[in-house]
C-alpha cells in the first residue's frame, strides 16, 4: 500500500496498527503530503524508537524549532482530537512557545487546545504587529467556535478584539464585533449590528429580548430555528409557530421530524396527524427510532381517535432497537393505550365492582410510568396526571356504587357482620357526611358504638369544619381504644390532628409522648409477615464473621441498624414531612436487612468480608412482636423518588431503595424501639411473644472463608444442634465454591460434620 487518506492513517495510528502504515518509512521525508512527516514522528513515539532523525528533519523543513513544535502540535491536534487528549496538542505548543514567545500560531493552537485568554490575544496581536491581516482576520471569524470561552475574557481583551476588526485592513465578519460590544455592554452599538446581521448567537439575542431591548419577532429573525427552544423556554405554542414560519420559507430546516416534535409539544395534535398523514411515505419510513410514528400514534390518542393499525406495527416491529428518546416514547404509547382502553372501560359501566387497582390495563399503565426514561420524560408528569383523575373518577363511581347497594341493603334490613363498618366508610369516601352521622347514631340505638363508629362520625364533622365536635368523638373513640387495648394509628393521628385545629385544646407533653409512641409501634404492626415476603419461607443475611456475628449466632438475636450504620448514605433519607413535630419518630427506626437471594456475587463482596465471611438462612414462622414490623423493600428510580417525596412518606423513608439495590432483593425487619430482637422455633401454647418466630436452618461460608476459623464455626453449628428438639430441623453447614461448570458463578455445597 503505498497512500492512505489521512483519517485511516490517523485511526492506524491511535490504534498502533504499524503494520499498516509500514510505507511511510519509504515517503515520510518526501511525500507531497504535509502531514506524513508529523504522522511518522507519532509512530516513531509510540514505538518508541529514536526520534532525533525525524525531529531534525522538521526542524529543517520548518526552519526553527518553534516552528518545528507547532506543526507537530497541528499534527497532535489531528490525531489526539477528543476533548480528554488535548493537553498532548498543548503540551507541543508550550514547548513552540518556550522557543518563541512570539509565535502566533503556537498561541493560536495552546488557546484552541487549552482555551487560554492570554494566549489568544498574544496570537492576535502577534499577528496585528507583523503585519498578517489575512490570517488576523481569518482568526478572528474562528473565534465564534470557542464562544464557550467568552466569559473569561476581560474588558481589555474585548477591547482589543474590537481594535483589531475595525481596523480595515483586517477583512472579517461582523459576528465577533457585536460580541465584543455585547461583553463591553455597549448596548446601543450591539442593537445597530443586529439590525443589520442575517444571524446572532442565541447568548445575545436573548440576553437583549429579556431585558426588553428588540421585540420575539426581531429576535426569532435573527435566530437560526434550533435556537428558538432557548429563546422562548416553554412557550411551547410560540416556539411551534416560530418554526412553522421558518418551514415556509421552504430551506431544509426545520426537518418534517423537527415540526412534528414541536406541534406534539404545544398541543396541536391535528397538524401532528396532518404532517404524518400527508408526509411522502420514504421520510416516515427514513426514520430509523421510529419517532415519527410513535408521536402520530400519541397524537391520536390525544384525540381520542383508535391507534393507525400500520403505524403501531412500524412502531412494533422497532420496538427491539430503540434507544433513548425513542424508548420513552414507545413507553409512552403503551401507556397511553391502556389509558384509553380503561376510559372505555369506564364508559361502559362494567367494571364499577371493582376499584381500578385491579384491573389489568391499569397495572400496565403503572409498571409504563415505572420505566426509567418515561419517568425522566416530560410526558410522564401530565400522563400521571391523566392517570391519578381517572382513578380518582373510577373510584368515586366506584364507591359510590358500592353505597348504593349498601343503602339498597340496609332498606332491606339486610344489613351483617361489618356491614354497617363498609356503609359508613363508603358515605366517607362519597362525601355523605350527614347520612353517615345520622345512620351511625340510628346504629347506636340498638348497638354498642365501637372505637370504629365513634372514630367514623368524628371524621365526618372533621370534614365539614366542625371540629369543635368531632375532637369529642376522636376522644370517645380513642378512649375505648385505651380500654379495650385494640391500638389503631389512624384514631391517634386523627386526634392529634384535630387537636391542632383547636388552639384552647392542648395535650400535655407526656400524654402527646405516649400517644406517639404507640402511634409508632401500631403502624411498624401493620407490616405483618405474609405468603409474599420470603419465596420460602426462608430469607439469607449475608455478614461478615466477627465478634459482632458470633454473638448474634450464639445468643439467636437479630440487631437492627441506625441509619449511621448503614453503607448507603441516602438510607432512611431526609424528607420534609418526617421531623421532631411528624408523628412518625424518624430518627429512632432501626433495620435490619435480609435478603431473598441466596447466590449473590455482589452481596458476598459488599456484605460478607469479600467472600471471608458467611450467609445465614432464617427460617420464619411468620409470628413477630408488637412494635417489630417486616416488609419487602420497593425500588424506584431516583428521579421519580425525588418527584414523590412528599408522598407514602414513611414507605418513602423506610421501605424504599434505589434501583441501583435492586439485585438485593431485600426483605427489612424494624422498629422504632428495640436495637435487638431475639427469635427462637415457637412451641405452642407457651412461647415468649417478645421474640420472633424463626430459626436459622443453614450457614454458608464464602469461598475465601479462612481455614483457622472453619473450627470456630462447625463449633457454633454443633452447639445450635445440640439444643434443638429431636422434631426440629438441624443447622446445616455448608460452603461456596466457584463452580465448575461455570467460572463466573458460585455454588453450594455441604460440609459433612
Known amino acids: 500500500m503505498n497512500q492512505a487518506d489521512d483519517k485511516k492513517l490517523i485511526d492506524w495510528i491511535k490504534n498502533q496498527e504499524f503494520s499498516k502504515v509500514a510505507f511511510l518509512a519509504e515517503c515520510w521525508d518526501t511525500h ?3 502531514w506524513y512527516l508529523g504522522f511518522y514522528y507519532f509512530i516513531q513515539y509510540l514505538k518508541q524508537e529514536n526520534l532525533d532523525d525525524v525531529l531534525a528533519k522538521i526542524v529543517s523543513r520548518y526552519h526553527n524549532e518553534s516552528s518545528a513544535y507547532c506543526y507537530l502540535g497541528d499534527v497532535a491536534n489531528k490525531i489526539y482530537d ?14 513552540a512557545i518556550s522557543f518563541n514567545a512570539y509565535n502566533a500560531e503556537a498561541h493560536w493552537g495552546l488557546f484552541v487546545t487549552s482555551h487560554s485568554p492570554d ?18 482576520g481569518y482568526k478572528i471569524d474562528n473565534l465564534a467556535y470557542h464562544k464557550t470561552q467568552f ?5 481589555q481583551d474585548w477591547q482589543a478584539i474590537k481594535r483589531f476588526m475595525q481596523d480595515e485592513r483586517v477583512k472579517c465578519g461582523k459576528e465577533m464585533l457585536v460580541f465584543a460590544h455585547f461583553y463591553l455592554d455597549e448596548t446601543e452599538e450591539a442593537l445597530s449590528l443586529i439590525h443589520e446581521m442575517d444571524n446572532v448567537d442565541i447568548e445575545i439575542i436573548k440576553t437583549y429580548f429579556d431585558r426588553g431591548f428588540i421585540s420575539k419577532e426581531l429576535a426569532l429573525s435573527k435566530l437560526y430555528c434550533f435556537s428558538f427552544d432557548q429563546l422562548l423556554g416553554d412557550d411551547h405554542q410560540s416556539i411551534y409557530q416560530a418554526h412553522v414560519q421558518e418551514a415556509q420559507k421552504g430551506e431544509a430546516n426545520p426537518t418534517l ?25 420514504d421520510q416516515i419510513f427514513m426514520q430509523h427510532d421510529a419517532i415519527l410514528p410513535l408521536y402520530y400514534l400519541l397524537a391520536l390518542s390525544y384525540l381520542n381517535h383508535a391507534p393507525n393499525k400500520q403505524a403501531l406495527m412500524l412502531a412494533n416491529s422497532k420496538a427491539s432497537t430503540l434507544r433513548d428518546e425513542s424508548l420513552a416514547l414507545y413507553q409512552a ?42 419517568i425522566k420524560h416530560y410526558l410522564h408528569e401530565p400522563m400521571s396526571k391523566d392517570l391519578d383523575s381517572l382513578k380518582t373518577k373510577w373510584n368515586n363511581a366506584y364507591h359510590n356504587h358500592q353505597l348504593a347497594e349498601m343503602k339498597a341493603k340496609l332498606a332491606n334490613g339486610d344489613m351483617q357482620g361489618d356491614d354497617f363498618q363498609r356503609l359508613h366508610n363508603f358515605g366517607i369516601e362519597c362525601g355523605e357526611f350527614d347520612f353517615v352521622i345520622n345512620s351511625i347514631n340510628e346504629f347506636h340505638k340498638n348497638n354498642t358504638p365501637t372505637m370504629s363508629s365513634y372514630n367514623s362520625i368524628g371524621v365526618c364533622h372533621y370534614f365539614k369544619e366542625e371540629f369543635s365536635t368531632a375532637i369529642e368523638y376522636y376522644k370517645l373513640a380513642l378512649d375505648l381504644m385505651v380500654s379495650s387495648k385494640e391500638y389503631s394509628h389512624t384514631i391517634i393521628s386523627n386526634y392529634i390532628s384535630c387537636t391542632e385545629k383547636l388552639p384552647d385544646i ?15 409501634i401500631e403502624l411498624t404492626n401493620r407490616f405483618k409477615w405474609d405468603i409474599f415476603t420470603a419465596k420460602t419461607g426462608s430469607l439469607f443475611k449475608y455478614s461478615p464473621f466477627n465478634i459482632n456475628t458470633i454473638d448474634a449466632l450464639t445468643n439467636q438475636y437479630l440487631y437492627l441498624a441506625s441509619k449511621g450504620q448503614l453503607n448507603d448514605p441516602i438510607e432512611l433519607p431526609t424528607l420534609s414531612k418526617l421531623d421532631s413535630d411528624s408523628l412518625v419518630e424518624p430518627t429512632n427506626y432501626r433495620i435490619c436487612s435480609l435478603s431473598n437471594n441466596q447466590n449473590s456475587m455482589l452481596m458476598w463482596s459488599h456484605y460478607a468480608q469479600e467472600h471471608q465471611g458467611i450467609m445465614v438462612e432464617y427460617w420464619f414462622g411468620g409470628e413477630f412482636p408488637c412494635g417489630v414490623g417486616v416488609a419487602k423493600v420497593d425500588y424506584a428510580d431516583h428521579t421519580k423518588r425525588n418527584r414523590e417525596k412528599d408522598l407514602y412518606v414513611f414507605n418513602q423513608y423506610l421501605l424504599t431503595k434505589n434501583k441501583e439495590w435492586e439485585y438485593e432483593s431485600e426483605v427489612r425487619i424494624f422498629s422504632n424501639q428495640k436495637e435487638t430482637v431475639g427469635f427462637y422455633n415457637y412451641d405452642y401454647p407457651n412461647n415468649d411473644r417478645d421474640k420472633i418466630n424463626a430459626q436459622i436452618r443453614s450457614i454458608t461460608l464464602g469461598c475465601n472463608f479462612p481455614e483457622n476459623k472453619k473450627r470456630l464455626i462447625k463449633n457454633i453449628v454443633n452447639s445450635l444442634n445440640n439444643h434443638r428438639k429431636s422434631h426440629e430441623q438441624k443447622v446445616v453447614l455448608r460452603e461456596a465454591l466457584i463452580s465448575e461448570d461455570n467460572n463466573f458463578a458460585l455454588e453450594y455445597r455441604d460440609i459433612h460434620m
Open 32 to 34: 507531497e503530503n504535509e
Open 82 to 95: 477528543s476533548f480528554n487528549e488535548q493537553y498532548i496538542p498543548a503540551s507541543f505548543y508550550r514547548h
Open 119 to 136: 494566549s489568544c490575544i498574544r496570537s492576535l496581536k502577534s499577528d496585528n504587529e507583523s503585519g498578517q491581516f489575512k490570517r488576523l
Open 151 to 155: 466569559s473569561k475574557f476581560s474588558d
Open 257 to 281: 421530524s423537527v415540526l412534528i416534535q414541536k406541534a406534539f409539544r404545544a398541543k396541536e395534535y391535528k397538524d401532528v396527524v396532518t404532517y404524518y398523514e400527508e408526509a411522502p411515505e
Open 333 to 374: 404509547v403503551k401507556c397511553r393505550h391502556n389509558i384509553d382502553a380503561l376510559e372505555r372501560i369506564f364508559s361502559e359501566r362494567e367494571f364499577l365492582n371493582l376499584q381500578i387497582r385491579f384491573m389489568g390495563a391499569y397495572q400496565e399503565a403503572i409498571d409504563t410510568l415505572n420505566n426509567s426514561l418515561l
Open 506 to 520: 392542648k395535650i400535655e407533653k407526656d400524654d402527646l409522648d405516649t400517644l406517639r409512641n404507640k402511634y409508632n
